[in-house]
């Protein structure tokens, strides 16, 4: 089955900075998804990675706050930018194919301070 | 995509069934049902889905309500790895909602020697 690497597994970064957060996928996906993880929290659904395109964001969710890029199948990144202790979670990229029920990386855990 | 409630906590033995429970009475014709489980620090591992039919794989088995309004996971022989959240998930298998998945807050299962 395919798989999904995170980098960086886990970072702490400083307010007012952002973090670029990079999916990479070892086969081609059709689909490549964001979510969040907030402490004690279910997931949550930032984003869709369009490859070539705009990403199409969910509800509470800005492109301005969490840029994500998607060039090619397999590689998708998400920045989370000017960050603030709220944006402390953890970021989980997934994937999806024709030949595939959707699967995850094993997330970013990002403490602000 | 239908709402799902599932009970909150469970505990089970270690070689004994692990039964599931989800309810998801507003689900419509053309929404599947999907397992997911999350172990502590991973990302969601997908473990079965299904439409009507009773489902089985490696993993575990999937009963669906003849009317579909709840379903079981059941888990047949739980070992102390098969601790984690588990999540019951419907959605529509094509369509804009194609891929994504909206995660209640799962139950949490405990397996114990």
């Known amino acids: 089955s395919a798989v999904i690497s995170q980098k960086p597994s886990r970072d702490i970064c400083q307010r007012g900075t952002s973090l670029t957060i990079q999916c990479q996928v070892d086969?081609?996906?059709?689909?490549m998804f964001w979510y969040r993880q907030q402490p004690g929290q279910s997931l949550t659904l930032i984003a869709t990675a369009n490859q070539g395109s705009e990403a199409t964001y969910e509800s509470g969710f800005v492109i301005d706050k969490f840029p994500i890029s998607r060039p090619n199948l397999t590689f998708s990144t998400l920045t989370v930018s000017n960050m603030s202790p709220e944006d402390s979670s953890i970021y989980l990229c997934?994937?999806?194919?024709?030949?595939?029920?959707?699967?995850f990386g094993q997330g970013t855990r990002l403490t602000v301070v | 995509d239908a709402k799902t409630t599932q009970p909150p906590s469970m505990d089970c033995a270690e070689g004994r069934a692990a039964n599931l429970p989800c309810n998801h009475s507003?689900?419509?014709?053309?929404?599947?049902v999907y397992w997911y489980r999350q172990i502590h620090s991973q990302g969601p591992q997908y473990i079965i889905h299904g439409l009507k039919n009773n489902e089985t794989n490696e993993m575990a088995s999937l009963i669906i309500t003849e009317d579909r309004k709840s379903s079981t996971l059941i888990l047949p022989h739980a070992t102390l790895r098969d601790t984690a959240v588990y999540y019951c998930i419907v959605r529509n298998a094509g369509g804009t909602s194609y891929g994504k998945l909206t995660f209640g807050q799962g139950t949490i299962l405990t397996v114990h020697p």
């Open positions: 507003t689900i419509s014709g053309n929404e599947y």
């Open positions: 997934s994937g999806l194919s024709m030949n595939t029920e959707a699967f």
């Open positions: 086969s081609q996906v059709t689909m």
